[in-house]
């Protein structure tokens, strides 16, 4: 039987991403510096909830559209969602949303304007709804900061989405109120929806959250969950926010492809909206900006590597570009039994660099970074490098 049998069109061409490619290829005693999943514990008020809701309770499916109580707390966070939960649809993470936001807005030929660099499955799920991925580019020259004149001129007729994310995934830049106003005015006079992915929203290092555009522009659909700031990834809790007509539509889809998201993560999560889940949060946020200094200054004094300072999430850009294609810099890391991502998997900006996460404790921080300067140190140009520091 023939591959394109078994393989619909559009299916075809898209493989595994570069992040799950360097984790399959690690070496026993590796030190993980890519994947994006918190190492710290769920916090305890989610844990009791989820134990007592599997003692206590009957936990059969819920609406496809998600629990009434947990909607209505997520609908109250957003101002443009005027408190109505059936403008609220929870899923199975963040990605299901993502997924349903593209499948239910694209049709065949329509432009989605995505962010560059940016998370690996924008382009793919765009791909498999038939649009055309067609990006914006945020310059690594100037930080990864957003360029709002440049943003403008790639809007067209056919442009019919945009995907919007802050913090960054994958350099942790946040995007202002001022970059949101301009973004909103450039779309003033098109009927295109914004995507806002804000998974990690609640992690910033900031003085305040990072702002979300849906303050902005009314026609976004708001992407969010808990898998980062509650380290819950693998309680698959997210949803999706926005215009009624939309989140009916994308129901349907849902309703076919999951059910309803797990009925016991949506029971545990209406303590993700208490005084103790807050407190965590904090403390969450406190560790990673300590992880964030930590390897900075490590990568920067040790190893003399430039890094971006990420405004939240818990990765960093480190701009390796003077040794080679950033695949060759991530193979060369993989042999010294440290993992890190390629930052041309996230688009052209991102050739160059590695993506460093640090979900990893300190002790964990100081062996891969001297593992990355032991690696480096074999490459060409290496002359600022010294691993002899402890």
Known sequence: MSDDF?????????????IRQMLDRALEGS???????????????????????IAEERNGYTSHAGLPGLRELIAADYSYLKAKPERVLITAGSQEALYLALMTLVEEGDEVLLPDPGFVAYPTIVRMAGGEPVF???????????????????????????????????????LSEDD??????????TRAY????????ELYYTDARPPSISDHYERTLVIGGLSKSMSMTGWRLGW?????????SALVLHGYVTTCASTISQKAALASW????????????????????????????RLGLRAITPDGAFYTMVDVGSYGS????????????????????????????????????????????????????QMPDAGMIDVSKP
């Open 6 to 18: 078994i393989r619909p069109a559009r299916l075809r061409g898209i493989e595994t991403s570069a």
């Open 31 to 53: 030190i993980n510096l890519a994947l994006g999943e918190p190492d710290l514990p769920t916090p305890d008020c989610i844990k009791h909830a989820a134990a007592r809701v």
């Open 136 to 174: 914006y580019p945020f310059k690594a020259e100037h930080d990864f900061a957003f360029d709002a004149e440049d943003f403008k001129r790639r809007i067209t007729p056919r442009t019919k989405a945009i995907v919007v994310i802050s913090p960054s995934n994958p350099t942790g830049r946040t």
């Open 180 to 189: 949101f106003r301009a973004m909103a005015s450039a779309l003033g006079e």
């Open 194 to 201: 914004v995507i806002s992915d804000e998974i990690y929203r």
């Open 240 to 248: 999706m926010c926005g215009d009624e007509a939309i989140i009916k």
């Open 274 to 301: 208490t005084e103790e889940a807050e407190e965590a949060r904090r403390a969450h946020r406190t560790i990673f900006r300590e992880r964030r200094d930590y390897l900075l200054e490590l990568l920067r004094s």
């Open 326 to 377: 950033s695949m060759k810099v991530a193979e060369a890391m993989l042999a010294e039994r440290v993992i890190t991502v390629p930052g041309g998997a996230f688009g052209s900006e991102g050739e160059g660099y590695l993506r460093i996460s640090f979900c990893a404790d300190l002790p964990a921080l100081s062996e891969g970074v001297r593992r990355i300067g032991k690696a480096v140190k």
